[in-house]
Each structure stands twice: as structure tokens, then as C-alpha cells.
């Protein structure tokens, strides 16, 4: 069983910045990569940034320049930096992990509940 727990959202004013992070638990092998998504009210999810185990990122175009993704391996947490916040990064941000639970299982991806982040004024 693995459980991911998010943090940090809340209401914060246009040109503000949040940290979000998320933390896996459980029965935990290997971490393949590590993201984000985001929905918005009334539409579908969207790809936020992901990182991999070796340190790659990568962002939606919307957010480079503003969004930081980074992890810390040793506590299988990943975190999101949000900078120069606008409304319309409202959203429920969802972080996930790809991981195998044993040597022999499937890469799996596995979700958060969610953290909704509010920018306004």
C-alpha cells in the first residue's frame, strides 16, 4: 500500500508564491519519476511538471520561469515552488509518483487527494 499526502495549498493573493509538497509512504521499491497536475474548475486535469529519480524536470509551457519542481530522494517527497501566482493557476493540484512496489512488479502511478490553491485578490 502506498499513500501519498499533499500540503501547502491555500489562498494566496495574484504575485504571491506557495510551496506545495508530497510526501509517499508505504511499501516503496523505486521511484521512477515524480509530478504534478492541476484542475481547474470546469476542466479537464493538466500536466503541471514532473522530475525524474535522476534530477531531470520538465513544465508546462504556462508555468516556466514560475514553477520550480524539486525532490528530496531520501524522503520520497517532491515539492512544487509557485512564484508570480495569477489566477488562473486556481486549481486542485494533484502530485503523483511512478513506482514499483518489489524488483519483479510493474511501474505503477499512484495519486494524491489533492491540495487546492486559490490565487485572489
Known amino acids: 500500500q502506498v499513500q501519498l499526502v499533499e500540503s501547502g495549498g491555500g489562498l494566496v493573493q495574484p504575485g504571491g508564491s506557495l510551496t506545495l509538497s508530497c510526501a509517499a509512504s508505504g511499501s516503496i521499491f523505486s521511484i521512477t519519476s515524480m509530478g504534478w497536475y492541476r484542475q481547474a474548475p470546469g476542466k479537464q486535469r493538466e500536466w503541471v511538471a514532473d522530475?525524474?529519480?535522476?534530477?531531470?524536470?520538465n513544465s508546462v509551457a504556462s508555468v516556466k520561469g514560475r514553477f520550480t519542481i524539486s525532490s528530496d530522494n531520501a524522503k520520497n517527497t517532491v515539492y512544487l515552488q509557485m512564484n508570480s501566482l495569477k489566477p488562473e493557476d486556481t486549481a486542485v493540484y494533484y502530485c503523483?509518483?511512478?513506482?514499483?512496489?518489489?524488483?519483479?512488479?510493474?511501474?505503477?502511478?499512484?495519486w494524491g487527494k489533492g491540495t487546492l490553491v486559490t490565487v485572489s485578490s
Open positions: 503523483n509518483f511512478l513506482l514499483k512496489v518489489s524488483y519483479t512488479s510493474s511501474s505503477m502511478r499512484y
Open positions: 522530475i525524474t529519480s535522476s534530477g531531470s524536470t
